[in-house]
């Protein structure tokens, strides 16, 4: 008997915490009801557990009491457990609308970066570039004209470095903004750049795909395609690798990319939690709802798997191809 009056003591004790919990909870979300609900349910537990402490010691009790108790505290809480569904549906629906809302601050942020790539671009190659061209054409009327040895040294010297500048400045400028990329596609963008990369390093590079022509959205086109550069240049710069590997395919209404390297690894959610690179590739992957997967162990050398759903364009045409119809 008094096992039975301690645990009903602790359960009027629990209820009752309960309550207050619930009524602190009445004014913070929008389904105050189900709290409502709760309190009332809670509370009506709470007197159940009293009546029936008073019934252990001695108390008459009418069964009916017990009877209409339990027909509202049912109704109360089944109640409530409807609301509670409603609640956490509504939860959902919030977390769907910040993570939308979270992705397209995203997208405009790259696609912000894009333009201002693609015009500084242009204006370095339409402003500063046909002031060295000039200055590269003076230099070689200024060189045909009778010059002492001395004098010849300074225009050649001149000249190449007036040459190296507006190598540096090509260079540069498709950096900011492919023109490969943005005239043939995907394919051929990374294709140009992969062979910019092994011209430079000893490494060998390993390029397959079954793109031709295709052209997709330039939202697409673009992030892949930085995606690509930033994997290639960690791996030339950090792992140590002497071989990679990358297949860019198109099935169905998915682009996939599957890259690897044979370098010295590294943990990936170390790289990830210390906001390098990966986070950076992660961060422009979610931009199109893609997935990556990333592979990676010491002295294992590392692999990225990348999903990405695309819009592919209708009968767009090669960009040569419109130059001479055109």
């Known amino acids: 008997m008094m096992m039975i009056k301690i645990l009903l003591i602790i359960a009027i004790a629990v209820q009752t915490v309960a309550t207050i919990y619930a009524l602190k909870l009445v004014r913070t979300t929008k389904y105050n009801s189900v709290w409502i609900l709760f309190i009332v349910g809670f509370s009506l537990l709470s007197v159940e557990r009293v009546i029936q402490f ?14 209409y108790l339990g027909v509202v505290i049912s109704v109360c809480l089944s109640i409530g457990v409807v609301y509670a569904h409603k609640l956490f549906k509504y939860i959902n629906r919030l977390n769907r609308q910040r993570q939308l809302l979270n992705k397209r601050i995203l997208t405009a942020v790259l696609r912000t970066e894009e333009k201002s790539r693609s015009r500084f671009s242009k204006e370095l190659h339409d402003g500063l570039g ?12 200024l060189a045909r004209e009778g010059h ?37 596609g995907l394919a051929r963008g990374v294709q140009n750049f992969i062979s910019k990369s092994a011209a430079m390093h000893d490494v060998k590079l390993r390029f397959t795909t079954n793109l031709r022509n295709e052209r997709f959205d330039p939202d697409v086109e673009v992030i892949i ?7 290639i240049n960690n791996s030339l710069k950090h792992s140590g690798c002497t071989e990679i590997n990358l297949s860019l395919s198109q099935n169905g209404g998915a682009l996939s990319l599957d890259y690897s390297d044979n370098g010295r690894g590294f943990d990936p959610q170390a790289m990830m939690d210390c906001g390098m690179g990966l986070s950076n590739i992660q961060s422009r992957i979610n931009s199109l709802g893609g ?5 990676s162990a010491k002295g294992k050398g590392m692999r990225a798997s990348i999903r990405v759903s695309t819009r592919q364009e209708t009968a767009v045409p090669h960009a040569a191809d419109r130059k001479k119809r055109g």
């Open 54 to 67: 008073m019934f252990v010691n001695g108390r008459p009790i009418s069964p009916d009491t017990f009877a």
């Open 130 to 141: 046909p002031l060295l061209s000039s200055a590269r054409m003076s230099l070689s009327a």
């Open 148 to 184: 002492s040895d001395e004098q010849r040294e300074i225009i050649a010297n001149t000249t190449y470095v007036i040459d190296e500048a507006i190598r540096s400045l090509r260079e540069i400028s498709n950096n900011l903004s492919p023109h490969v990329l943005n005239d043939f």
């Open 225 to 231: 395609y930085r995606v690509i550069c930033e994997l």
């Open 291 to 295: 997935t990556l997967d990333i592979e």
